[in-house]
């Protein structure tokens, strides 16, 4: 119940493109779902986080899609650049308690 | 830099020795927390402290690991006679009283131990 699948594990975009990665989970006691970036030999980063009060939540070229009733949330990342290059982990937390980590995925966006 | 600061960056031991990790976190943060990330996954969770109470210890922190946060302060993770299945790389994040503007955890650059 605490687990958060990812997928897919992996993702190729060409630049422009539109970067869609996945997950769902089972907990129903979430409530908080951060999506976090993380660039080779670096620690994860906030990228944008959604509460499950709201359906979607924009922060320039990243969005977050939040579905309550199938407990699945995904992010887009358009008009993709070979920048966004990176892992992204999906993640969430109960009130107060840890937060779990999706397996990741690795985006790589070509020139 | 104001940032969650853990040394060394890159730890090699051979199998059976001790290694130890420090994280400074951001001044102001009270909770710290330490992850475990292997190659191809996510973090995972290891240990939790409210200012110097270890509130929380996973399942995956063995007799071999401890952890510490004397004063609240700075952190020590402690690996005591290491395996080969320890190789890792081991993050420290904090986060500030309360839930904050939007919850975020603060993640150091990690401390990559490799177990020969």
């Known amino acids: 119940q605490q687990q958060v699948k990812q997928s897919p594990q992996s993702l190729i975009v060409q630049k422009g493109g539109i970067s869609i990665i996945n997950c769902a989970y089972e907990n129903t006691a979430f409530d908080y779902f951060p999506w976090y970036q993380q660039f080779p030999g670096k620690g994860p980063a906030l990228l944008i986080a959604?509460?499950?009060?709201?359906s979607e939540k924009k922060e320039g070229r990243f969005t977050i899609s939040f579905n309550k009733s199938a407990k699945q949330f995904s992010l887009h990342i358009m008009d993709s650049q070979p920048g966004d290059s990176a892992t992204y982990f999906c993640a969430a937390r109960v009130r107060f308690q840890k937060l779990v980590f999706g397996t990741g995925t690795r985006l790589l966006v070509s020139p | 830099d104001t940032g969650v600061s853990q040394n060394p960056r890159h730890k090699i031991t051979k199998r059976g020795q001790n290694v130890t990790f420090r994280c400074d976190p951001i001044s102001e943060h009270n909770r710290l927390y330490w992850y475990r990330q292997t190659l191809g996954q996510g973090p995972e969770f290891l240990t939790y402290?409210?200012?110097?109470?270890?509130?929380?210890k996973s399942r995956l922190l063995s007799d071999r690991f401890s952890a510490e946060r004397p004063k609240g302060s700075f952190s020590t993770l402690e690996i005591q006679r290491t395996e080969q299945g320890d190789s890792a790389m081991y993050l420290c994040?904090?986060?500030?009283?309360?839930?904050?503007?939007?919850?975020?955890?603060?993640f150091g650059e990690g401390s990559r131990l490799t177990v020969l």
């Open positions: 994040a904090s986060r500030p009283r309360g839930e904050g503007v939007t919850g975020e955890l603060f």
């Open positions: 959604i509460r499950p009060d709201v």
């Open positions: 402290f409210q200012n110097e109470a270890q509130l929380e």
